[in-house]
């Protein structure tokens, strides 16, 4: 089952903020995540908070849930009040989204629209399993008002797949990015996984290579992480499976890096490639610039100036707090200045665009110029004023966060 909620302060009933974390709202970009957290089975390596229709129990249904994702956006309308911006960015996120049918998506972003109002030029993005669309539900998320769709690929090799526990077959992901652009969705994003027990690097350039073929403007590429729980993790534990090697991930990463550079994507963080600027997922950079977002859903996290808060875990104690008209925060933190520099660090040194080194403190500077001088930094942009990771610094970037904090 998914991982237990961090603690914190308690969430006032009507979801209202301090006042300080509302001065300046609008001068950042502010977002919306909206959390559908149904799925047909569990992965075996997925700690998200999901839920099978065997583990959703009484008290919540997929039926209800476009109503009560649009009570809480209501609410979020109430509690922002008139400094509520425009969205920028709407992002569905699960769990699989698209099991709801394209409509309740469709009347979910509406509701959003409706009470902020969608920025002109509005990046809405879905996530997708490949085997949980058609090209008549993807013609009407489009239609709908949706202009980015991400599906789970993960691997084009059927034993990969099957050690994963994903249910769709290698050639799906590519046919559904196809049928998407068909629909006429401009950006397209391919997530993959690598580092899996059983795969090969050959397996892994086959991945990619079926990816690329597949024509998306924009790919993920993740290493696979083995998380207490789940079911993967069990079977490690036994003895069925091999621990995921480091130093392969690394060398998966590489020939990531090289074949997708080859084939025109750029990366711009470290786990993400795009064809273009105009490509690049918005919403997370939102995230990764210290933008605003309030997220929907059981178990969704919002951040809105400085203070950070997490809805309850389970759909149905979600459903009941919202039916009963009251915030389904669970808790909430008001992170400190130093929380907030150490987090800004943390995020933003993974992106192209690196971090301003005058914004690291004087006890780092050491750490700097030791990062320069082991090749984890680029002396170009160094030499301009800002740290930017070089291909070794981004295999080892955990690693240099914990020295620059």
Not at 169 to 184: H, K, V, Y
Request: net charge negative; charged share 25%; aromatic share 8%.
């Amino acid at each position: 089952m998914p991982s237990a909620l961090p603690d914190g302060d308690a969430v006032p009933a009507t979801g209202e903020l301090p006042e300080h974390a509302l001065r300046g709202l609008g001068e950042r970009p502010f977002g919306f995540y909206v959390h559908v957290p149904f799925c047909v089975t569990r992965c075996g390596y997925c700690d998200f908070n999901t839920y099978t229709a065997q583990e959703l129990g009484p008290g919540a249904s997929r039926a209800d849930y476009a109503a009560t994702a649009v009570a809480e956006v209501r609410l979020a309308r109430k509690v922002l009040g008139d400094a509520a911006p425009r969205v920028e960015t709407v992002f569905f996120g699960g769990g699989t989204p698209t099991l709801l049918p394209a409509a309740d998506l469709v009347r979910v972003l509406r509701a959003i629209d409706e009470e902020f109002g969608l920025a002109p030029g509005a990046e809405v993005t879905t996530e997708a399993n490949p085997e949980s669309v058609t090209p008549a539900s993807l013609a009407e998320l489009r239609a709908g008002g949706f202009t980015r769709v991400s599906l789970g690929m993960q691997s084009a090799r059927p034993h990969v797949l099957a050690v994963l526990d994903r249910r769709h077959t290698p050639g799906r992901a590519a046919q559904a990015a196809r049928e998407a652009r068909d629909a006429g969705f401009d950006h397209v994003n391919l997530d993959l996984i690598y580092g899996t027990p059983g795969e090969s690097d050959d397996d892994w350039r086959a991945t990619l290579a079926a990816a690329i073929e597949a024509g998306p403007d924009h790919v993920s590429a993740y290493s696979l992480i083995v998380e207490d729980g789940t079911r993967l993790a069990a079977r490690i534990r036994r003895g069925e499976l091999p621990m995921p090697d480091d130093d392969v991930a690394a060398d998966r990463y590489l020939i990531a890096d090289a074949m997708l550079a080859e084939a025109g994507l750029s990366w711009y963080e470290i786990s993400n490639w795009a064809a273009t600027p105009e490509a690049r997922c918005r919403h997370n950079l939102l995230y990764w610039t210290g933008g605003d977002w309030w997220g929907v859903g059981p178990g969704a996290h919002s951040h809105v100036g400085g203070v950070r808060w997490w809805n309850v875990k389970h759909p149905a104690a979600y459903a009941s707090r919202l039916a009963a008209g009251v915030s389904p925060g669970h808790a909430r933190e008001i992170l400190s200045d130093d929380d907030r520099a150490v987090e800004r660090l943390m995020l933003e040194l993974r992106l192209d665009s690196g971090f301003p080194l005058a914004d690291i403190g004087e006890g780092a500077r050491t750490a700097v110029a030791r990062a320069l001088a082991d090749g984890l930094l680029d002396p170009g942009p160094f030499r301009e004023g800002r740290a930017v990771l070089t291909l070794r610094g981004r295999l080892l970037a955990d690693a240099l966060v914990r020295d620059l904090t």
